[in-house]
């Protein structure tokens, strides 16, 4: 079992950043980790992941060059760092782990382990 905590969501003015962390704890051994969000009325999409190694690293083009995904494996956090926010990027931004191995970027039905979510709030 994985659980997974999502922090530093928030309310901030467009054009602002915020950083998101997704602490992981459990048996947490070797998996990719992926940023999701749900804007009200829409469905989860997805916003970028990053392999266990971290040499790969993949984004949505909605947040292409504006947000950033890194692991520290030794502290089983992810982050997302999200810049140059738009009132667009409001939602429950969500983390989610998949046991895919050290290399392999995982398929959006393989995720095993969903965080509760953080609110992020971006004024326009």
């Known amino acids: 079992q994985v659980q997974l905590v999502e922090s530093g969501g928030g309310l901030v003015q467009a054009g602002g950043s915020l950083r998101l962390s997704c602490a992981a704890s459990?048996?947490?051994?070797?998996?990719?980790m992926g940023w999701f969000r749900q804007a009200p009325g829409k469905e989860r999409e997805f916003v970028a992941v990053i392999n266990w190694s971290g040499g790969s690293i993949y984004y949505a083009d909605s947040v292409k060059g504006r947000f950033t995904i890194s692991r520290d494996n030794a502290k089983n956090t992810v982050y997302l760092q999200m810049n140059s926010l738009k009132s667009e990027d409001t939602a429950v931004y969500f983390c989610?782990?998949?046991?895919?191995?050290?290399?392999?970027?995982?398929?959006?039905?393989?995720?095993?382990?969903w965080g509760q979510g953080t609110q992020v709030t971006v004024s326009s």
């Open positions: 459990g048996r947490t051994f070797r998996y990719a």
């Open positions: 989610a782990a998949a046991a895919v191995g050290p290399t392999r970027i995982p398929r959006g039905s393989e995720y095993d382990y």
